[in-house]
């Protein structure tokens, strides 16, 4: 009887132990939660391993589209060569939405990637790596870029999609959701941005800015999406900084992250992403 007792006592408390508790965390430069570096593990162990929903070897496939200050809906084409020393990019143009060409970007395409992506510039870098693909109708690719996202059991926070057109979205708030999830939680955090990001086509600043951010979940109800009908969280966002205000709403669906993202942009234009798939 007294080692049944035993046993029991020595069984119960191990999958609780092994639950990461607040000491497990440590707070960044940016305010973001992140998981505290454990040197005995690899990198995917410390960030990649516990990831629930942005796993490595998922796609996150997203259709989008940008609405202008009379209503109309575009997508993001190919747009003029730009030479840069010796080779060549291309700029972007925004094309009718009933009316994409095959050089239209058609999907963003997210995909978590393994190890350390930034290990040469960044070796204490502290997030899961993503890649983002923009693939037009022709199945190539407009171009790519990689960032990171963070999840763990404190928040989630994604880099938003920031190539071509695309960054215009640094200087609105991020995808967020912070614990406790419920309605009339409340958190803030800030960001300084570069004048890099400046575009006559949204707004030219010079110097740096401070985005101040202010988040709140303010809803949880089932929505229609790509994925079925799911249900979700409601956050409502807004960065404001000397050259204005941008906002988010964005929807999170426990099992499959941010399914829609209603960005209000920096000129009072709206760009709108929406997850199609996962695969």
Not at 11 to 34: A, N
Not at 37 to 53: F, G
Not at 177 to 199: F, H, R, T, V
Not at 238 to 259: H, Q
Request: hydrophobic fraction near 30%; proline fraction near 5%; include cysteine.
């Amino acid at each position: 009887m007294k080692t049944q007792i035993i046993t029991l006592f020595l069984i119960i408390p191990i999958p609780l132990f092994s639950q990461k508790t607040e000491k497990d965390f440590i707070t960044d430069d940016d305010g973001i939660t992140v998981e505290k570096l454990n040197t005995t593990l690899s990198y995917d162990d410390n960030y990649n391993k516990d990831n629930k929903i942005y796993k490595i070897g998922r796609r996150f496939i997203y259709s989008y589209y940008y609405e202008n200050h009379d209503g109309k809906k575009f997508l993001v084409g190919k747009g003029e060569p730009i030479k840069q020393q010796d080779y060549f990019i291309h700029d972007w143009k925004f094309i009718p939405i009933d009316s994409p060409t095959e050089e239209t970007v058609k999907n963003i395409i997210l995909k978590p990637v393994t190890g350390n992506i930034f290990k040469n510039l960044l070796p204490d870098y502290n997030q899961t790596g993503i890649s983002y693909e923009y693939v037009m109708g022709n199945n190539l690719s407009l171009n790519s870029e990689t960032t990171g996202v963070v999840e763990n059991e404190m928040n989630i926070w994604l880099h938003p999609p920031r190539s071509n057109f695309f960054e215009i979205l640094e200087i609105n708030p991020f995808p967020y959701i912070k614990a406790p999830y419920q309605m009339g939680n409340k958190w803030k955090w800030k960001l300084e941005i570069g004048d890099g990001w400046s575009d006559k086509r949204w707004k030219e600043w010079k110097g740096g800015i401070e985005n101040s951010y202010e988040y709140e979940i303010t809803d949880r109800k089932n929505i229609s999406t790509k994925l079925g009908n799911l249900d979700c969280y409601v956050i409502t966002a807004k960065a404001t900084s000397r050259i204005g205000e941008t906002g988010l709403i964005s929807y999170f669906s426990p099992d499959f992250g941010f399914v829609k993202l209603e960005y209000k942009n920096i000129d009072g234009t709206k760009t709108v992403l929406e997850l199609e798939k996962i695969e």
